[in-house]
Structures are given as structure tokens and as C-alpha cells.
């Protein structure tokens, strides 16, 4: 069985700067994933060619189940609101995706609050202040039927502000608490080894890592275990062309 997470940049390439929908397809069966999370997920965009791409992903990798939950509903970077999961069919949305070619038993959603005013960031690379107006994030949470037996599956994209993420990763364990284990906990969770293990004491399915793409330094991208599952086979990060992270997988059995 094969995990893999991927933050795909809503299918955009650096390259480039585009999104080529058959291209990012051409990533999906790369990866080969058996449940596959994705973060910064595209639907009905004009950036990303009006493209649903959890539907095009689904149909690349052959998943029976699937589902896209919207954080914001409207166009990040311009005009959006808080996704609530009412939306009407046809907004456009942006948010992360669960898929998978194992039959899923139940499906919830998460809702983690942002930050709830604007505030100034120091950002150490560039060197500048920006005041941030931090987006809403989510976590869907599956129960998937393995043939090894049930395994529930999280996917989720957290805050870059140092501080709410744990605080973000803090609350979703605890909500995660009543779900059956095992648990895997994927995404691009905004924060480096080893914090989410010490935040959740959870194991660490892998280490690779993951960001800026070309030349990475730093993993942001995170597998973790509650509870025992078999053996660790193997692990990649491959550099794939589109987005700005590499992809994690883990080879499980």
C-alpha cells in the first residue's frame, strides 16, 4: 500500500507558470498512490483552466472515493470567504482532497479557524513585513477499507504563522481522538521535524525533505502514525514538474 502527500500548487508550474491539467494528471499516475492527500487543490478556477482537479486526479490514479473539501469558496488572493460546505454547485473553490482506490466507509470534515484578525509577519527570507489575512483551513478525515483492514486516513494543510499551526495540529488530534485506529495523519502541515511528532506524539512514517522543490532544505510535508501499521518498505520525495513542494510517499507492507 502506498501513501503520498502532495501540496500541488494548484497544478501550477514554477517553470513555466502554468497549469497544464494533462501534466498534472501525468503527476498523479507518477506517484502511484493507493490514498493520496492533496493541498492547495483547485476547483472551477480560471487560473487553473476552470478544472475540477480532484476529479481529474481521481480518474488518473483510478481512485474509487474521493472528496474535494473547499476551505475558502472564491479566488484565494482576491475575493473569498470562509467555505462552510453549503456552497452552491458551480463556485469556485479552493481547498484540499482526499482520494483513494480502497472503498471508504465514512467521510467527516474538520474545520480549523485562522487567525481571526490581520496582523503584521516578518519574513526572514525576503526580508519584509507583510500583513497577513490568514485563510480558514480544514482536515477531511476517511475511514478507508485496506485489505489489511480499516485505516483512517487525515489530510490536511495548516497555517504558515509559526505558533497557530501547532495550535491548529493541537486541536485536530483532539478531535481525531474518537476515530478507530490506526490513524495516518498526511499534509503539508506548515512546520519542521521533529515538532509535529513532539506536538502529537505520534511516529514519523518518514524524513525527506520537501521545499522549494529544485533545491530542498526543509520538510513541510508530514506522514505520521498513531497506533501500528506494517512495516515501512520504502519512502521517496520526488521533485515532479508542477508546484513548488516535492511529493511524500511511503510504501507500507
Do not use: C
Not at 132 to 159: D, F, Q
Not at 185 to 197: E, I, R, S, V
Request: zero cysteines.
Amino acid at each position: 500500500m502506498r501513501l503520498a502527500t502532495f501540496n500541488i500548487l494548484h497544478g501550477r508550474s514554477p517553470a513555466d507558470d502554468r497549469v497544464d491539467v494533462d501534466r498534472f494528471a501525468a503527476a498523479v499516475r507518477h506517484l502511484d498512490a493507493d490514498v493520496l492527500a492533496l493541498q492547495e487543490v483547485d476547483r472551477g478556477q480560471e487560473r487553473s483552466n476552470h478544472a475540477d482537479l480532484t476529479a481529474v486526479a481521481a480518474e488518473a490514479m483510478g481512485a474509487v472515493a474521493h472528496r474535494f473539501v473547499a476551505a475558502i469558496s472564491g479566488t484565494p488572493g482576491a475575493t473569498w470567504m470562509a467555505a462552510t460546505g453549503r456552497e452552491q454547485p458551480g463556485t469556485a473553490a479552493y481547498g484540499i482532497a482526499l482520494l483513494s482506490r480502497y472503498p471508504v466507509r465514512s467521510w467527516q470534515v474538520v474545520r480549523l479557524s485562522p487567525i481571526p484578525f490581520r496582523f503584521p509577519l516578518w519574513l526572514p527570507g525576503p526580508r519584509k513585513v507583510i500583513v497577513v489575512h490568514e485563510e480558514p483551513r480544514a482536515a477531511v478525515v476517511a475511514v478507508v477499507e485496506t485489505p489489511t483492514g480499516e485505516l483512517t486516513v487525515v489530510n490536511t494543510h495548516l497555517s504558515f504563522v509559526p505558533g497557530w499551526n501547532r495550535r491548529q495540529l493541537r486541536r485536530l488530534q483532539r478531535d481525531l481522538t474518537t476515530f478507530p485506529g490506526p490513524l495516518v495523519l498526511m499534509g503539508d502541515l506548515n512546520m519542521t521535524p521533529p515538532t509535529p511528532a513532539r506536538v502529537t506524539g505520534w511516529t514519523p512514517l518518514t524524513h525527506g525533505l520537501t521545499f522549494p522543490v529544485d533545491t530542498p532544505d526543509q520538510q513541510l510535508d508530514h506522514v505520521l502514525l498513531r497506533g501500528e501499521l506494517g512495516p515501512v518498505t520504502a519512502t521517496s520525495a520526488p521533485a515532479l514538474p508542477l508546484s513548488d513542494h516535492r511529493a511524500l510517499t511511503v510504501d507500507i507492507g
